[in-house]
């Protein structure tokens, strides 16, 4: 008998072969996408409950992004900041509103919106509040994810993320996530800024206990400092809400948005912040060549139009809804392969039993049953399905998680 290799083999063998080895993707190569399902080469189709880890928030192909898109394809895509465009103005004045701020400051992935509020906090810190030359410091929180660049992972507390990388960038303090006291304790006149998800996302979808936003919140408001929310993942629906630290009821000085804002189709993250915040950044002190270009400043205001509508029948009240079903099933594992459930909105971090297997191993049980997930650390498995799946789908998933521990537990 000979050996055929398959399709998924001989697309794998070509990366491994030519890419840089920095993932360890599930052996499943994606040929097409439509809403929450992806088709691979082989014609095997899955449901995706990673979502491009809340890139793909309202789907793949989105009829009215794609036609967004298409639009802005046909007149124009480039032009540099060197010039205006007529899409950057409506984009920023349309997020600005949605988000309650004054201004937006557009760059392209998610670290470079992160790094783009830590220089302008620090710009802030010495312009605003008067914080020595050279001397400001920035809390982060340990477990935190915010990118891959020199100065993000400098702070980073995953020792895969800083190993090798170093020296860093100095001036972070960590501090453990949820913990208020500790947090007040870290404050110094120096300090410009307290940087966190109000979820993290990729430590496991962690929510911090009740009331730790609007502690953190009164903290930054007693000494002077910038609470700066890494929304990129957290944010534009995942949670039910457009921001989830509004969700928790209170409100940060500076957002940073990425993934879900480019819709699925470009990368475009965003700084928005007020004035008295991102007036710090006069010409020449910041850029990008990117950023702020008329094809993603049209896709984007597309996705900024399907969160405006925060009516029953729109992507927040149907992230709430589902969220709540995916919760309810979820419960019932709870005892039968599953440890502990953490859930925000349409997001769940799914702690697996460890005798039965890595998180990895549930990831590639889950896909031969026909369920996209990702393993996040250890036995965590993160569920985070586009907001347009339907409940069916949702319980479609659950059953495939709970087949997939059967399956563990036998083999
Ligand atoms: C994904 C992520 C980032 C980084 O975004 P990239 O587009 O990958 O650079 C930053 N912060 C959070 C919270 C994220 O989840």
């Known amino acids: 008998m000979t050996l055929m290799r398959s399709a998924t083999e001989a697309h794998e063998e070509l990366v491994l072969e030519h890419s840089a080895h920095n993932y360890h993707p599930l052996p499943v190569v994606v040929a097409e996408g439509a809403g929450a399902w992806v088709t691979d080469v082989e014609g095997?189709?899955?449901?995706?409950c990673l979502a491009g880890?809340?890139?793909?928030?309202?789907g793949h192909r989105h009829p009215d992004l794609v036609a967004a898109a298409h639009r802005q394809l046909d007149r124009l895509t480039l032009t540099s900041r060197a010039f205006g465009n007529?899409?950057?103005?409506?984009?920023c004045a349309?997020?600005?509103?949605?988000?309650?701020?004054?201004?937006?400051?557009?760059?392209?992935?998610?670290?470079?919106?992160?790094?783009?509020?830590?220089?302008?906090?620090?710009?802030?810190?010495?312009?605003?509040?008067?914080v020595p030359?050279?001397?400001?410091?920035?809390?982060?929180?340990?477990?935190?994810?915010?990118?891959?660049?020199?100065?993000?992972v400098g702070f980073s507390t995953d020792p895969d993320a800083r190993g090798g990388f170093g020296p860093f960038t100095p001036g972070f303090d960590v501090v453990p996530y949820g913990d208020r006291d500790a947090l007040a304790a870290a404050v110094t006149p120096d300090t410009v800024a307290v940087l966190l998800e109000p979820v993290q996302g990729e430590a496991g979808v962690i929510v911090p206990p009740a009331g730790y936003l609007a502690a953190v919140r009164a903290i930054c408001d007693a000494?002077?400092?910038?609470?700066?929310?890494?929304?990129?993942?957290?944010?534009?629906?995942?949670?039910?809400?457009?921001?989830?630290?509004r969700g928790a009821g209170t409100d940060a000085d500076v957002y940073v948005l990425g993934k879900a804002l480019g819709g699925g189709i470009l990368p475009l993250s965003a700084v928005v912040a007020d004035d008295e915040v991102l007036g710090v950044l006069q010409p020449g002190q910041h850029g990008s060549t990117f950023g702020g270009n008329p094809l993603a400043c049209a896709v984007g205001r597309a996705v900024v139009g399907l969160l405006t509508d925060q009516g029953p029948g729109g992507v927040l009240a149907a992230a709430g809804r589902l969220g709540a079903v995916l919760g309810d099933r979820?419960?019932?594992?709870?005892g039968h392969g599953v440890v502990a459930v953490r859930r925000a909105g349409l997001w769940a971090g799914v702690d697996v039993d460890p005798r039965l297997g890595a998180g990895r191993a549930v990831s590639e049980a889950m896909a031969r049953r026909g369920v996209l997930v990702k393993d996040t650390h250890g036995s965590t498995v993160r569920l985070s399905p586009p907001l347009v799946v339907t409940e069916d789908e949702i319980r479609f998933a659950v059953d495939a998680l709970a087949g997939a521990l059967a399956d563990l537990a036998e083999s």
């Open 223 to 245: 000494s002077r400092v910038l609470f700066v929310a890494d929304e990129v993942q957290s944010g534009l629906g995942r949670t039910g809400h457009v921001l989830a630290t």
């Open 330 to 334: 979820l419960a019932g594992l709870v």
């Open 133 to 152: 030359q050279d001397r400001a410091r920035i809390i982060v929180a340990a477990g935190g994810f915010h990118g891959r660049t020199i100065s993000v």
């Open 44 to 48: 095997r189709r899955y449901l995706d």
């Open 86 to 91: 007529d899409q950057l103005g409506p984009f």
């Open 94 to 130: 349309e997020l600005a509103e949605l988000i309650g701020k004054q201004r937006v400051l557009p760059m392209n992935t998610g670290v470079e919106a992160v790094e783009s509020a830590l220089k302008v906090a620090r710009k802030w810190g010495y312009e605003v509040k008067g």
């Open 53 to 58: 880890y809340s890139a793909l928030n309202f």
